[in-house]
């Protein structure tokens, strides 16, 4: 069974920074490409950041471009969103997923709450 299980979320300051983790079970977690998707209250789904199985390539939104890094630990499973210089604008709930051969999402995680405020 495919799990993604988030963590690292919370309340941070503007200005502050936070570090998600994604640990992947259930697949072969090399094998697949992984991405960052997030929610913001009353919005749509975005896509955050996505990294190719080797972690060679990624790909970041313009409006995290230069404040986030996506990166994997292929030997243990995980994938990491850091976050720094966060803004208020960055409060959602944040979904690690998987990628299947297509560019298409065909796994979800339960998602983890960051928010940032004062």
């Known amino acids: 069974e495919v799990q993604l299980v988030e963590s690292g979320g919370g309340l941070v300051q503007p200005g502050g920074s936070l570090r998600l983790s994604c640990a992947a079970s259930g697949f072969t977690f090399s094998s697949y490409d992984m991405s960052w998707v997030r929610q913001a209250p009353g919005k749509g789904l975005e896509w955050v950041s996505d990294?190719?199985?080797?972690?060679?390539?990624?790909g970041y939104a313009d409006s995290v471009k230069g404040r986030f890094t996506i990166s994997r630990d292929n030997a243990k499973n995980t994938l990491s969103l850091q976050m720094n210089s966060l803004k208020a604008e960055d409060t959602a709930v944040y979904y690690c997923t998987r990628i299947k051969p297509g560019t298409e999402i065909d796994y979800w995680g339960q998602g983890t709450q960051v928010t940032v405020s004062s």
């Open positions: 990294i190719d199985s080797a972690g060679g390539s990624t």
